[in-house]
């Protein structure tokens, strides 16, 4: 495990200074390597954060150009980056806020056909897409492949978030378990709804925060919480959630 240098222990010391943290947890941070998929509101606030938390290595998947209408919600993306790839514009960004971390990205769309070799190098996947499709391919190739799913939505002024590992527990869901893959679900997309921008960066935020907690190594519970804000009412949830016993795609 490579040693946090001088400038770095006074970079994150109000992070070192929590108990639950300190040099070591910094350490873990610093030596963690995490893949992000999607550059929307989800993927620029959860990348941002956990740059700035001191996350070694991050990879970034994402193929659409910055447009005027995402500005309002996704961070690190300005008018001049408008027409420019989001991935190199996010990375520009990044880069300002630490210019130590390995950064990558690439410039795709997560099929069936790639998935596996952008993929297979990472024990934490942060699903930031905003379509089912993607979702159930990507939930499926966890499963198989035992990494770790940390996953939220995000519409009006709602949001959900969880981390997923149905392999490390017998009553742990898989992301069909919770959103099972009917016809209905398979057409949407989520950046066809409403959102008000806060929302977005919220989302982000509690994806970089379980991401966080799961390189600390936070017990099994995590992965059986389904944490929903209804911020338009302010109701805040924590919600348990089991395994599906007739899911399709986790069941043994
Ligand atoms: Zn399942």
């Known amino acids: 495990m490579i040693k946090l240098s001088d400038k770095e222990i006074e970079k994150y010391s109000r992070q070192i ?32 954060y956990l740059t700035m938390a001191g996350v070694g290595k991050i990879k970034i998947i994402d193929s659409d150009e910055v447009e005027l209408s995402n500005l309002n919600r996704q961070t690190l993306l300005f008018e001049e980056d408008i027409g420019n790839k989001k991935t190199v514009s996010l990375l520009k960004s990044l880069k300002k806020i630490n210019p130590h971390a390995k950064l990558e990205i690439v410039n795709a769309k997560i099929q069936k056909n790639n998935i596996k070799k952008l993929l297979q190098n990472h ?12 979702r159930y391919l990507i939930n499926k190739f966890c499963i198989n ?13 709602d949001v959900q978030a969880f981390a997923l590992s149905p392999w490390k527990g017998k009553k742990n869901p898989c992301y069909e378990c919770i959103f099972p893959n009917t016809n209905t679900n398979n057409q949407l997309n989520c ?27 936070i017990k099994n519970e995590i992965f059986r919480e389904f944490l929903s804000f209804d911020c338009f009412n302010r109701n805040f949830r924590k919600i348990r959630i089991v395994k599906n016993p007739d899911c399709k795609i986790c069941k043994d």
């Open 123 to 134: 024990k934490i996947i942060l699903d930031c897409t905003d379509n089912f499709k993607s």
């Open 17 to 48: 200074l929590i108990e639950k943290i300190g040099v070591k947890g910094q350490e873990k941070i610093k030596n963690s390597s995490i893949l992000l998929i999607g550059c929307g509101g989800l993927g620029t606030s959860a990348a941002q």
């Open 145 to 157: 492949n035992k990494k770790i799913l940390v996953s939220a939505a995000i519409q009006s002024f």
């Open 191 to 217: 950046d066809e709804m409403g959102i008000v921008a806060p929302i977005a960066g919220l989302g982000g935020v509690l994806q970089a925060i379980l991401t966080i907690n799961i390189l600390l190594g």
